[in-house]
């Protein structure tokens, strides 16, 4: 396991519990759903908490997916640079991360 995991997992659950603290992505799919089941969607983002080894191999809490108004959801969060260009150099570095959650139905991934 990486050192700085628990680090890592802090700041994954606060940009998943906070939307407007990292950027958010919605597809397609997921903002023909209409406004008040997106509001839905972020709200059980923010709460999710079904993180296990089979989606959490890592224990960042980085993806996560659930059932949603009779859609599969799917949710992930990655790590770029400043620039968002490139892969962060130290995800548990939020001076040099930049968080995008992305929040898709599973069948756009």
């Known amino acids: 396991m990486n050192p700085n995991t628990d680090r890592i997992r ?3 659950d606060a940009v998943r519990q906070n939307l407007p603290s990292g950027r ?3 597809t397609p799919g997921i903002a023909a759903l209409g ?6 969607i972020v709200r059980t983002i923010a709460v999710f908490d079904d993180f296990c080894h089979a989606n959490d191999p890592y ?6 997916s659930f059932e ?3 859609h599969s959801i799917f949710f992930k969060i990655v790590y770029f640079d400043e620039t968002l260009t490139y ?8 001076a040099v991360t930049k968080r995008v959650i ?3 139905l599973a069948d756009e991934y």
């Open 10 to 12: 802090a700041l994954n």
């Open 59 to 64: 224990e960042e809490h980085d993806f996560g």
């Open 102 to 104: 992305t929040i898709m």
């Open 35 to 40: 406004q008040e089941v997106v509001e839905r």
């Open 24 to 26: 958010a992505v919605i």
């Open 87 to 94: 892969h962060s150099p130290d995800p548990a570095d939020p």
């Open 68 to 70: 949603a108004d009779g």
